[in-house]
């Protein structure tokens, strides 16, 4: 039984987050065109919302071109290493905290492990694996730049988001993510919601920004950067394998968004329900529910930046991740550390 809930709860996830994909890609073009003055996807379907679906196919349908010097295995593996890595840091979040269905209470997280904290990074750190193989193997010296580019990014940031991640478990005081969604729950002078995002400001901020170096997006897409590296590691890739990184990069936005929600925004906790009197039934639906809108936001948020700021050199990201980030997390970390010996 434990085994068939199990698989209906990845096969639900892995479902929601596929769908969340395409109405992402969908999202992003049309508010893009809103901001650029321009009309974006309006001809498959109403207001062109089977766009994406029609990008899928055109994708599947074409050839898969291999340059004749490229390491065949390694090409063809990386972008597999992508979205495996991407899908799979899903895993440990929580969209919910209970909900009792046909007798059965159900935990709405897929693997409720005990340090859901060290997954996430463990598994984030293997990303850019991905990318960095897929421009090596490729045979081609701008692929082989973006993966450079993708290697040093990770240096220069991971450090940071890891420091604004102790933060918050030192506040939260556990490694499960659950637990850190609870602790959240509570209240700072009876009205505040006790978010990490109003507990540790600062950590919330870098992470937010190393979040955008980790999804390779704009301002911080220097992996692709078209202008000097004709699509950075991807040059090389098409068809089915180049649709591959896309849905990757995508569902790498999703999770980002989901991780910022459960670490910092309440995760699914809602204030003030607790006053409402709701059956618990309605209180695990509103929670499922509030986390969605949450991830929303976020994703929106992720978007119009995109649109709002330019792309930053490659030294004035080496410069932010080192010379900016990097000191400010570790005073905030120290900080933290001393707020909570002297309480």
């Given at each position: 039984?434990?085994?068939l809930?199990s698989?209906?709860?990845?096969?639900?996830?892995?479902?929601?987050?596929?769908?969340?994909?395409?109405?992402?890609?969908?999202?992003?073009?049309r508010?893009?065109?809103a901001?650029?003055?321009?009309?974006?996807?309006?001809?498959v379907?109403?207001?062109?919302?089977?766009?994406?679906?029609?990008?899928?196919l055109?994708?599947?349908?074409?050839?898969?071109?291999?340059?004749k010097n490229?390491?065949?295995?390694?090409?063809?593996?990386?972008?597999?290493?992508?979205?495996?890595?991407?899908?799979?840091?899903?895993?440990?979040?929580?969209?919910?905290?209970?909900?009792?269905?046909?007798?059965?209470?159900?935990?709405?997280?897929?693997?409720?492990?005990?340090?859901?904290?060290?997954y996430?990074?463990?598994l984030?750190?293997?990303?850019v694996?991905?990318?960095?193989l897929?421009?090596?193997?490729?045979?081609?010296?701008?692929?082989?730049?973006?993966?450079l580019?993708?290697?040093?990014?990770?240096?220069?940031?991971?450090?940071?988001?890891?420091?604004?991640?102790?933060?918050v478990?030192?506040?939260?005081?556990s490694?499960?993510?659950?637990?850190?969604?609870?602790?959240q729950?509570?209240?700072?002078?009876?009205?505040?919601?006790?978010?990490?995002?109003?507990?540790?400001?600062?950590?919330?901020?870098?992470?937010?920004?190393?979040?955008?170096?980790?999804?390779?997006?704009?301002?911080?897409?220097?992996?692709?950067?078209?202008?000097?590296?004709?699509?950075?590691?991807?040059?090389?890739?098409?068809?089915?394998?180049?649709?591959l990184?896309?849905?990757?990069?995508?569902?790498?936005?999703?999770?980002?968004?989901?991780v910022?929600?459960?670490l910092?925004?309440g995760?699914?906790?809602?204030?003030f329900?607790?006053?409402?009197?709701?059956?618990?039934?309605?209180?695990s639906?509103?929670?499922?529910?509030?986390?969605?809108?949450k991830?929303?936001?976020?994703?929106?948020?992720?978007i119009?930046i995109?649109?709002?700021?330019?792309?930053?050199?490659?030294?004035?990201?080496?410069?932010l991740?080192?010379?900016v980030?990097?000191?400010?997390?570790?005073a905030?970390?120290?900080?933290?550390?001393?707020?909570?010996?002297?309480?």
């Amino acid at each position: 039984m434990e085994i068939l809930i199990s698989l209906i709860r990845i096969c639900v996830v892995l479902g929601v987050v596929l769908l969340l994909v395409v109405v992402l890609v969908w999202s992003e073009r049309r508010i893009s065109a809103a901001i650029q003055n321009r009309i974006g996807p309006n001809r498959v379907g109403p207001n062109g919302i089977l766009q994406p679906v029609a990008d899928v196919l055109k994708l599947l349908m074409k050839e898969d071109i291999v340059p004749k010097n490229a390491n065949r295995t390694i090409h063809d593996l990386a972008p597999i290493i992508s979205i495996g890595v991407a899908l799979s840091t899903f895993a440990v979040i929580p969209v919910g905290n209970t909900i009792e269905l046909f007798g059965t209470t159900i935990k709405l997280q897929i693997a409720d492990v005990n340090i859901g904290i060290l997954y996430i990074l463990a598994l984030t750190s293997m990303g850019v694996y991905g990318v960095t193989l897929a421009g090596w193997s490729s045979n081609n010296k701008y692929s082989l730049l973006g993966g450079l580019r993708s290697s040093a990014q990770l240096i220069s940031y991971e450090l940071s988001m890891g420091l604004s991640i102790i933060g918050v478990l030192l506040v939260s005081g556990s490694l499960r993510l659950d637990e850190i969604v609870e602790h959240q729950g509570s209240y700072i002078w009876g009205w505040l919601p006790a978010w990490n995002m109003f507990l540790q400001p600062v950590a919330f901020i870098t992470f937010v920004v190393a979040a955008f170096a980790e999804t390779n997006r704009l301002p911080f897409d220097l992996p692709e950067a078209e202008p000097e590296l004709v699509g950075g590691y991807h040059t090389e890739y098409s068809g089915l394998k180049f649709g591959l990184f896309m849905l990757s990069e995508y569902a790498n936005i999703v999770t980002a968004s989901a991780v910022i929600v459960t670490l910092f925004l309440g995760g699914y906790n809602v204030p003030f329900i607790e006053q409402a009197g709701l059956s618990a039934f309605t209180v695990s639906i509103l929670q499922v529910g509030a986390f969605c809108f949450k991830v929303l936001c976020v994703l929106l948020f992720i978007i119009l930046i995109r649109w709002t700021l330019p792309r930053f050199r490659y030294d004035q990201l080496m410069n932010l991740g080192w010379k900016v980030m990097l000191p400010i997390t570790l005073a905030n970390l120290l900080v933290t550390g001393f707020v909570i010996v002297a309480l």
